[in-house]
């Protein structure tokens, strides 16, 4: 099922739903929840956090002589 389909039976159900104050507030309740999951999903731990950066910075790592060097590669970005 494509996100256009997954939308259009959201809103489908959503329409059927919408006259009843009890089952909307249960929809926006677990809807609240599934949001939340998902940014609880995105966060990292402080050890995951700089472990991706560690790895980062090893594999783009890029050194400059200079202060000239440096604005010169930023500029050119």
Same mark, same amino acid.
């Given at each position: +099922?494509?996100?256009?389909? +997954?939308? =259009?039976?959201?809103?489908?159900? +959503? ?8 089952? +909307?507030?249960? !929809? !926006?309740? $677990?809807?609240?929840?599934?949001? !939340?999951?998902?940014?609880? @999903?995105?966060?990292?731990?402080? /050890? ?5 950066? /560690?790895? =980062? @910075? ?14 010169? $590669?930023?500029?050119?970005?």
């Amino acid at each position: +099922m494509t996100a256009v389909q +997954m939308n =259009a039976e959201i809103l489908r159900n +959503m329409s059927i739903i919408a006259e009843d104050e009890h089952l +909307m507030r249960r !929809a !926006a309740k $677990y809807l609240r929840k599934l949001a !939340a999951e998902k940014e609880d @999903s995105t966060l990292f731990t402080k /050890d995951e956090f700089f472990a991706r950066v /560690d790895k =980062a @910075s090893e594999e783009t790592s890029t050194e400059f002589a200079s202060v000239e060097e440096l604005d010169k $590669y930023i500029r050119n970005l």
